[in-house]
Nanobody, 121 residues
């Protein structure tokens, strides 16, 4: 069983900052990648930022230069620093982790429960 616990969402004014955290716990061999997605009302879930192990970090064009994803591998935790927030950043933000289980070739994806980020104008 793998569990992702997110924290750090909330209400902020436009131009403000928030920092999201997501801790991964449970039974797995290694984490292959971690990332953040978001889903606004009436829209599909979209990638915000992804940080694969040993790979290139990816950002959605809409957040480049404003958001920064980072990982603490010792704590199995991923962070999303969000600066210069805009009302259009309002969404439920979900943490995602792709992990390898012992003896399994492919990765398995897990999701957090989501945390609400609301940016007021």
């Amino acid at each position: 069983q793998v569990r992702l616990v997110e924290s750090g969402g909330g209400l902020v004014q436009a131009g403000g900052s928030l920092r999201l955290s997501c801790a991964v716990s449970g039974s797995f061999f290694v984490i292959a990648a971690m990332g953040w997605y978001r889903q606004a009302p009436g829209k599909q879930r979209e990638l915000v930022a992804a940080r694969p192990s040993g790979g290139t970090t990816n950002y959605a064009n809409s957040v480049k230069g404003r958001f920064t994803i980072s990982r603490d591998n010792a704590k199995n935790t991923v962070y999303l620093q969000m600066n210069s927030l805009k009302p259009e950043d309002t969404a439920v933000y979900y943490c995602n982790a792709a992990v390898y289980h012992q003896g399994v070739v492919a990765t398995t994806e897990y999701w957090g429960q989501g945390t609400q980020v609301t940016v007021s104008s």
